[in-house]
DNA sequence: TTTAACTTGTGAAGAAATTCACAAGCTCAA
DNA sequence: TTGAGCTTGTGAATTTCTTCACAAGTTAAA
């Protein structure tokens, strides 16, 4: 397959949760300008993105919003559970265990993992925090899909290691660390301090 | 000014993350091969990021490591303290509020709002929680700089347009929504769902 | 001083992403 | 069946971003 821009990913996400309120409302069809003018994009863009992947719409018509949602869904890889594990048993793997969007579209946190004697053994959002000591044993059994990292900064490669060890093959990285992985591995950072300066550039340098 | 890319933007504070560490190490100088190692991006990159905004560096020498970060940080708006408001007292508040580098890079928390009566009122974090219908109110007196929101998808419009109408121009927004501000206003969103529906489409479409 | 070894800053080239623009297909009403 | 009104899918054009490549400046050693 051509490579996929992150850019284009993004945006199918942006889509598919237009899609959904769509089909909530029980509309049946919808163009690619309506689309374009919810996600502040341009209809031309929006085509172009659904286009890598094969013609989903009527001429005339636009696309069928049930068919569509389903195809993006397939495509998004939506449709099977992704076993998540959290590591990292502190505030920042708390607030994003209660995040609900989380199990409703099919990542189910299986598994917490710290390395504070504090914490291990401790129950968690109806887990239990394992040993950080134990990932590849348990990896290797249970099949993990994805690694969220909520740990400091300072241990973020080293459990990045581990986490590559163990197999697992996608890491969402919420340390402020540049982290680097295997190319086979996919690595996604959410960095805030880079948000925040974002903002705080843009107030700085407005003309 | 011309404009600045973000991915530009964002590489900046990469780099001044580098340059905090070497300067903590005590390195005098940095070459923009060293940055860009560290960086996973090309030392032509690093230097063109730099180019928009003047010609920092030595040539045969590299860059004075304690200068560049200081002009990154000028460039960067960390020459000041900036008052954020967290709006919402959820878990995802509370997580961002304990992120050390949060103040350490002149981001005071100085305000918390809900709209709940269970939490209005409440300690938070060394503050009080209070109304959000106060906030357009208190931000004519106390200038807020930056919103950092954290409520439910379906109320995060309303906020922005709050927000928007207190004055306040810049926005960091963690509510899984795609959120309309006028053009002055600048927005951010961090969205879970579409990072982990990015990792997602990677394991699925892998060939 | 001279030379070798580096490194920057930047136009120009190249690559990637976005937008344009239009042929072609579909629907509906008459 | 015809025609008007939409809307898609997609090459081509355009814009934006990244990489190349090299003149010019700096250091250090001989």
């Known amino acids: 397959?051509?490579?996929?821009?992150?850019?284009?990913?993004?945006?199918?996400?942006?889509?598919?949760?237009?899609?959904?309120?769509?089909?909530?409302?029980?509309?049946?069809?919808?163009s690619s300008d309506e689309l374009a003018r919810q996600g502040g994009t341009t209809s031309a863009q929006v085509r172009k993105?659904?286009?890598f992947f094969g013609s989903f719409g009527k001429r005339g018509l636009g696309y069928s919003v049930h068919e569509l949602a389903s195809r993006l869904?397939?495509?998004?890889?939506l449709g099977r559970d992704w076993k998540v594990v959290v590591i990292g048993a502190g505030k920042i793997g708390a607030a994003l265990a209660q995040y609900r969007g989380f199990r409703e579209r099919g990542y189910s946190i299986v598994a917490v993992y710290d390395n504070s004697p504090d914490k291990i053994?401790?129950?968690?959002?109806?887990?239990?925090?394992r040993d950080i000591?134990?990932?590849?044993?348990?990896?290797?059994?249970?099949r993990f899909d994805i690694a969220v990292l909520a740990v400091p900064a300072e241990h973020a490669q080293g459990v990045v290691d581990r986490v590559v060890k163990a197999g697992i093959r996608a890491i969402l990285n919420f340390a402020p660390a540049q982290?680097?992985?295997p190319a086979e591995v996919t690595l996604r950072t959410v960095n805030m301090a880079m948000e925040l300066e974002g903002l705080s550039f843009a107030l700085t340098n407005r003309e």
């Open 73 to 77: 869904r397939e495509i998004l890889g």
């Open 49 to 51: 993105d659904l286009s």
């Open 179 to 181: 982290l680097n992985a």
């Open 121 to 129: 053994g401790r129950p968690w959002d109806g887990l239990v925090v």
């Open 133 to 142: 000591a134990g990932l590849e044993r348990d990896a290797a059994r249970e």
């Open 1 to 30: 397959m051509k490579r996929i821009a992150d850019s284009t990913v993004r945006r199918l996400s942006l889509y598919l949760r237009f899609l959904e309120d769509h089909e909530a409302r029980g509309h049946a069809t919808i």
